[in-house]
């Protein structure tokens, strides 16, 4: 069932992103953090160079595949909603209603969060502000990339340009920096390498780090009804997206593996900052904290984004949340979503400020996955539900690409709960507190809930 239309002089999203914009915010989003960090616990399990190309490589395929997938429901129902549009149409409004929940209250929130975090905790390191400095970064991270996301989407999607730009930029200069210098500091150079053990559970534990650095690129579905030019350049935001960032990834491993070593790599604690200090020295490790800073920024500016997003769909559906489907006509952005989730995430930060990085990633991922997870599923039953529905783009070798899309989430969703233990249980404790809010919905509901409306 369709939404009946906004009313006439009201707020919509408008077709105003170009391929570049939309690209930018994929790449923005996806090239985080964890490059700097992840590839070193990916070292130490999987012990050789080519094991550990092999898996960096192997987590660019699997995003491959699953942007196929997302081409196809995206350019088949694109939506301001994304995902939750996606769910709502294959399984109703319960699951609709409990993705929705979890993304206002656990994936977008804690998201920045975590990234604000990173971001305070590198910015320390330039100008300390006392114990407490961390938090007060990250608060101010948040606030002011919310504001600025308030202000309007022509201005946030400029400063997103520029910024991963800047950070892509970066990595490449990582990458020269490494290809043209082969000397490496003594105190990290690694002789030999560890022996590798190819093994389906060495495979396994791998890739949650690696995967978990590729996250992001399904952001592109939340900005599917406002990208110009048509349907089609959906698709080719995934795909040229996917093909940056695994050849970005491939290269940056590899320049560390050159300059490092295997057991150097796996014995850092800012992998990238050590190859710098290696190369140009206290110079070399400075600029890339700056740049982690941009990356952090970057990152953050597009999670707000989309996040908002999300929310303003369900705000559409459910008038007990009603006050969050508001569209600034001015601007091009939805306000009182941007201003909710600013709140929620600065909540998380307040409380989680004595946690940590890892506690966050415990909390984020089972339900994650769990979601991602049931996406890929969705794939199947809308292709059998809505077989009359015009499809511009439709995923290669169906059935096989969703399915094994479907099976490595299902293993992702297992190894995130298995390995995250209390973090995880705190995260699908959150998720479960969203069913008394959704009997409430449902009370407040005056018809029947329908998805977000399709842009032709």
């Known amino acids: 069932m369709s939404a009946p239309p906004d009313l006439p002089g009201a707020g919509a999203p408008k077709q ?81 209603f409990m ?26 390191q330039l100008l300390p502000l006392g114990e407490n400095g961390a938090t007060i970064y990250a608060a101010l991270a948040v ?40 000397v490496a500091a003594p105190a990290v150079t690694a002789a030999t390498e560890t022996p590798g053990n190819f093994s389906s559970a060495m495979l396994g534990s791998s890739l949650i780090f690696v995967l978990l650095t590729y996250g992001g690129w399904n952001e592109a579905a939340y900005v599917s009804a406002e990208i110009r030019g048509g349907r089609r350049n959906i698709v080719w935001a995934l795909l040229v997206s996917i093909g940056i960032i695994t050849t970005v990834y491939v290269l940056v491993n590899f320049v560390y593996l050159k300059v490092l070593g295997v057991a150097g790599v796996a014995n850092s604690k800012a992998v990238a900052a050590d190859l710098m200090a290696a190369v140009f020295g206290a110079p070399g490790a400075v600029f890339i904290t700056l740049l982690i800073l941009v990356k952090a920024l970057a990152s953050i500016n597009v999670t707000i984004f989309t996040g908002a997003r999300t929310n303003y769909a369900m ?19 939805p306000v009182h979503a941007l201003l909710f989730q600013c709140v929620v995430a600065l909540g ?23 979601f991602f997870l049931l996406t890929g599923v969705s794939l199947f039953v809308l ?28 293993y992702m969703l297992y190894s995130s709960v298995s390995y995250a233990a209390t973090g995880a249980l705190a995260g699908l404790g959150v998720l479960a507190l969203g069913l ?11 018809a029947p809930i329908s998805t977000p409306p399709s842009i032709p």
């Open 16 to 96: 105003v992103l170009s391929l570049f914009d939309c690209v930018a915010i994929i790449v923005g989003i996806v090239i985080g953090v964890g490059i700097f960090r992840l590839p070193s616990i990916v070292a130490g399990i999987a012990g050789e160079s080519w094991l550990i190309l092999l898996v960096w490589t192997l987590g660019g395929v699997i995003s491959f595949l699953g942007a196929l997938c997302y081409a196809e429901l995206s350019t088949a129902y694109p939506s301001t909603g994304g995902e939750y549009h996606f769910l709502t149409r294959a399984y109703g409004s319960t699951v609709g």
């Open 99 to 124: 993705f929705a929940w979890a993304r206002m209250t656990v994936i977008q929130p804690g998201s920045m969060a975590l990234l604000g975090y990173v971001f305070g905790d590198y910015a320390g």
């Open 143 to 182: 606030l002011v990339l919310t504001g600025l996301n308030v202000v309007g989407i022509h201005q946030t999607r400029n400063v997103q340009k520029i910024l991963a730009s800047i950070a892509v930029l970066g990595l490449i200069g990582v990458i020269a920096a490494g290809l043209a210098f082969t």
């Open 315 to 333: 705000g559409r559906d459910f008038p007990l949340f009603g006050f969050l489907h508001q569209w600034s006509v001015r601007g091009g952005a």
């Open 348 to 370: 998380l930060i307040v409380l989680g400020s004595q946690k940590g990085v890892q506690t966050a990633v415990d909390y984020l991922s089972p339900v994650f996955w769990l």
């Open 383 to 410: 292709r059998r539900r809505d077989a009359n529905t015009d499809r511009p783009f439709r995923a290669p070798l169906y059935p096989l690409t969703p399915a094994l899309f479907c099976i490595t989430c299902a």
């Open 436 to 446: 008394p809010f959704l009997v409430l919905a449902r009370r407040g509901r005056a």
